[in-house]
């Protein structure tokens, strides 16, 4: 089951999960695109490890990092 947790101003839904098996907690972020439908990208935390980056930039994760790293003690149990 993924959770609510955040909408930023430029439409990036971000969702996380329980904590899975392995400890980790999954961190899964969507923005609509004109062109791709919608890009994606997954962040497990509590390391911020990212997978399926799918349309973001550099840039727009570097961004993402910061948020969801600040905001790590909100998700985390």
């Not at 839904?13 to 899964?28: A, N, W």
């Not at 890009?39 to 399926?52: K, M, Q, R, V």
């Not at 349309?55 to 961004?63: A, Q, R, Y």
Request: glycine fraction near 6%.
């Amino acid at each position: 089951m993924m959770y609510p947790f955040l909408t930023l101003d430029d439409g990036t839904e971000i969702v996380h999960s329980e904590t899975l098996p392995d400890g980790r907690i999954k961190v899964y972020m969507e923005r609509p695109d004109e062109t791709q439908g919608f890009i994606h990208a997954t962040c497990f935390l509590p390391n911020c490890e990212w997978e399926d980056v799918s349309g973001f930039s550099e840039t727009e994760i570097e961004l993402l990092q910061d948020v969801i790293c600040s905001a790590a003690h909100l998700i985390i149990p």
